[in-house]
Nanobody
Framework: QVQLVESGGGLVQAGGSRRLSCAAS????????MGWYRQAPGKQRELVAT???????NYADSVKGRFTISRDNAKNTVYLQMNSLKPEDTAVYYC??????????????WGQGIQVTVSS
């Protein structure tokens, strides 16, 4: 069984910074990519940033230049450094992993989500 556990959310003032972490644990053979998505009230879940095992990154236009995704392969952990936060960044942030599990099956896994609230 694979689990993704997010941490680092909370309340932050506009212009401030926050770092989210997501640790993957369980029976994992290969992690192909990890990323972050978010869902604001009344809106669909959207991609924030992804990072492949080869080091390729992809960012939503709305966060380019402000957010940075990184990964510690030894810890199976992905980070999202969020700077210059805006009230419109307020959302539940979800960690995602595309991986090969211990049964040899490639699946997408999601964390439980963590709230980030940016006050104006």
């Amino acid at each position: 069984q694979v689990q993704l556990v997010e941490s680092g959310g909370g309340l932050v003032q506009a212009g401030g910074s926050r770092r989210l972490s997501c640790a993957a644990s369980g029976s994992i053979f290969i992690i192909y990519a990890m990323g972050w998505y978010r869902q604001a009230p009344g809106k669909q879940r959207e991609l924030v940033a992804t990072l492949t095992s080869g080091g390729s990154t992809n960012y939503a236009d709305s966060v380019k230049g402000r957010f940075t995704i990184s990964r510690d392969n030894a810890k199976n952990t992905v980070y999202l450094q969020m700077n210059s936060l805006k009230p419109e960044d307020t959302a539940v942030y979800y960690c995602n992993a595309d991986l090969l599990n211990g049964l040899g099956m490639r699946n997408n896994y999601w964390g439980q989500g963590i709230q980030v609230t940016v006050s104006s």
